[in-house]
């Protein structure tokens, strides 16, 4: 699979080439949502890792329409019980 090209689209529409192994985009102050450009057969890989190891975050991906989606990231909703 050749290199994947990557542009930085301006709000006149207008497109210059960057070189980037990776582009990351803060959605928010401390979460950021990467996307790897990589060579990877199964497509284009998004990922968001948090800063402080101790955190969780969930990408959460929900439907638009035909050909777009919504990407997020969520905390982890994760909950712990204890049996009494």
Do not use: C, H, Y
Request: proline share 4%; aromatic share 2%.
């Amino acid at each position: 699979m050749a290199e994947r090209s990557a542009f930085a689209v301006a709000s006149d529409g207008s497109k210059v080439a960057i070189q980037a192994e990776s582009i990351d985009i803060e959605i928010r102050e401390g979460v950021t949502i990467s996307v790897l450009l990589n060579d990877d057969a199964r497509g284009l890989v998004v990922g968001s890792w948090p800063e402080n190891e101790t955190d969780a975050n969930v990408l959460v991906v929900r439907p638009g329409a035909a050909n777009v989606v919504s990407i997020n990231v969520e905390p982890s909703q994760t909950t712990t019980t204890r049996a009494e």
